[in-house]
């Protein structure tokens, strides 16, 4: 299952060069910028630096407002005024032709290490900070100035993760962060360019940084959505690398956890449903194993045909046979000629001794794979069944007869093809495989390769060069075609 990922960004409020006085009570947010004088002295700068006519004078009224506010902040007792008119002047600052975003200090406006640097972002940012903290009321005044600079960096790194320019797209979703930490979406853009640099467990750090910082605002409730979809889906895959233990409880645990939230905010998603399944599955809770699969076997419509059949390998795994079948049944109604399907649901249905359902199932698997020596031996338990059941000697003789024939051909068949990689993948459809040469002599052959869709018509076709093989050697092969409707394969037989 494919990782993944939203970029969309809400629209940032730009704000215009004579930003708001303030002072004018928003709701219950009054904040105070006219007391005392260095307070008001600052607000004659901005606005002086806003109504300038020369851009030469822009930076001595900002410089000015710095000064005040901070040569001897403890004599100002107006902490949310200060910090108010502080993050106006940044604002100013940042809004200039060619601005830069990091300036040294003496130019900015302090007189104390004039020499030293100054983050623009990172004082606005603590300005705004500090407001929120002392006024909660006053987070809607305030928002404007981080939106402001926040939408239009966080669009450049989506931009740059677009182009695939990964060093860019970092820079600027950590920049963005410099103005707005507690917003998820830089983590969102960071987490799928570290997935792209296969950096894995940043990505995974990242994905926590999203779910974290969402809570429950609606804003961000798609992107923390598919953080824990993603993150749940990369721990599910170490899981089932790892090797029995605490480790691999632990990352199970934290999968299950992240699906099981996901589907109580999204319910009846199909993917996340797939995914728990295999969660489930993994820690061995088999009583749950039912209750995931429940939906999925009420109403298969709402499932493609893959997710029925993973959901069908859980539940097989598991015990659950019975719904095992059921699942297999409605996924093939919609991919019939899927190999590997046909395969789990034959064993499904000989476990089950459903002598009636396994015929045609083994017999189509013969027709789409027929090199596949397990085929034959899957033909040959189907007639020990048979054989079992039946009372008649005669009808009991000519099944036992059958199972000796069948384990005759899966021991004679050559040459023998394992079918290792069978995949859609955008318009194209892949089929990999290695192929033994049983024989005593060294052959070739040609495979006549078709590719069909949902309804079993053929889409595709390729005639693949296999050989020449010595004897008791092996080759492998691998063909893409371009077919946007195929979904499954078939070859005619090699001989």
């Not at 910090?83 to 104390?112: C, H, I, P, S």
């Not at 006053?138 to 966080?154: D, H, M, N, S, T």
């Amino acid at each position: 299952m494919k990782a993944r990922m939203w970029t969309t960004v809400v629209s940032a409020t730009v704000l215009s060069a004579g930003l708001p006085m303030a002072s004018v009570a928003q709701g219950a947010c009054e904040i105070n910028d006219s007391s005392p004088f260095q307070v008001n002295g600052a607000k004659q700068y901005v606005i002086a630096a806003a109504a300038a006519k020369r851009a030469d004078e822009v930076p001595k009224h900002l410089q000015n407002s710095i000064r005040v506010l901070t040569d001897d902040p403890s004599k100002i007792k107006n902490e949310a005024g200060r910090q108010w008119m502080l993050l106006r002047t940044y604002a100013q600052w940042l809004q200039r032709e060619n601005a830069t975003l990091v300036m040294k200090r003496g130019d900015v406006g302090f007189t104390q290490n004039p020499t030293g640097s100054q983050n623009l972002l990172l004082g606005l940012d603590s300005a705004a900070t500090a407001i929120e903290s002392m006024l909660p009321q006053c987070k809607e005044k305030v928002r404007p100035y981080r939106a402001q600079f926040f939408g239009e960096i966080l669009n450049k790194a989506i931009a740059a993760m677009s182009a695939e320019q990964n060093d860019s797209a970092t820079y600027f979703a950590n920049l963005s962060l410099q103005v707005s930490g507690t917003d998820p979406r830089p983590w969102n853009v960071l987490s799928a360019v570290y997935q792209k640099q296969n950096k894995i467990d940043s990505a995974m750090i990242a994905m926590e940084k999203v779910i974290a910082l969402s809570g429950s605002d609606t804003l961000y409730a798609r992107v923390k959505q598919q953080s824990r979809y993603n993150l749940a889906v990369i721990s599910l895959t170490r899981a089932e690398a790892e090797a029995a233990g605490e480790k691999k409880d632990a990352e199970i645990k934290t999968a299950r956890a992240l699906l099981e939230a996901y589907l109580k905010d999204t319910p009846g998603d199909a993917n996340a449903a797939q995914a728990l399944g295999r969660a489930v599955r993994l820690s061995g809770d088999t009583a749950a194993v039912s209750a995931i699969f429940a939906d999925m076997l009420s109403a298969p419509d709402k499932f493609s045909a893959d997710q029925l059949f993973e959901a069908a390998s859980n539940a097989a795994a598991t015990g659950h046979d019975a719904d095992a079948s059921k699942l297999f049944e409605n996924g093939i109604k919609k991919n019939p000629y899927h190999r590997v399907a046909l395969l789990n649901y034959a064993n499904v249905l000989f476990t089950l001794k459903d002598t009636e359902r396994m015929g045609p199932v083994v017999t189509r698997l013969v027709e789409v794979d027929p090199n596949f020596d397990r085929g034959y031996r899957l033909m040959a338990g189907l007639w020990q069944l048979k054989a079992r059941a039946e009372t008649d000697a005669a009808k009991k003789k000519t099944a036992n007869d059958s199972v000796l024939f069948y384990l005759d051909k899966q021991t004679k068949t050559n040459p023998r093809v394992d079918i290792t990689l069978a995949q859609k993948s955008g318009n194209g459809y892949s089929v990999q495989g290695t192929v033994n040469n049983e024989g005593s002599a060294t052959a070739s052959w040609t495979m006549k390769l078709e590719l069909l869709d949902a309804a079993g018509a053929v889409v595709a076709t390729k005639d693949v060069a296999i050989g020449p093989i010595d004897a008791g050697g092996n080759t492998t092969f691998s063909v893409k075609l371009d077919a946007p409707k195929a979904v499954a394969y078939r070859y005619a037989p090699l001989k």
